[in-house]
């Protein structure tokens, strides 16, 4: 059974940087597309940023210029390495898989930005 598990969320100070990671585990075959999602408290999920297997990416206008999303296709990992955080990106952060066929989903990592 697939699964992906996101890490390095946690509290961090306006201003300062986390780096997310996700990983999947199983046999999940070929993946077109892989993102982040958010979800902030009252509010519906959203898009954060996502990358094609060949590296095109695409980014929420509030992250620009501030998160940077990679992937490495050999392992299956994606990461958002989120810069100059603010207020706002607090929330609980879903990587998303795509492949063909299905969408694969973490369980969710908060991200708590503090003044």
């Known amino acids: 059974q697939v699964q992906l598990v996101e890490s390095g969320g946690g509290l961090v100070q306006a201003g300062g940087s986390l780096r997310l990671s996700c990983a999947a585990s199983?046999?999940?075959?070929?993946?077109?597309?892989m993102g982040w999602h958010r979800q902030a408290p009252g509010k519906q999920r959203e898009l954060v940023a996502d990358?094609?297997?060949?590296?095109?990416?695409n980014y929420a206008d509030s992250v620009k210029g501030r998160f940077t999303i990679s992937r490495d296709n050999a392992k299956n990992l994606v990461y958002l390495q989120m810069n100059s955080l603010k207020l706002e990106d607090t929330g609980v952060y879903y990587c998303?898989?795509?492949?063909?066929?299905?969408?694969?989903w973490g369980q969710g990592t908060q991200v708590t930005v503090s003044s």
């Open positions: 990358v094609t297997r060949i590296g095109f990416t």
């Open positions: 199983g046999s999940i075959g070929s993946i077109n597309l």
């Open positions: 998303r898989f795509a492949s063909t066929s299905r969408d694969y």
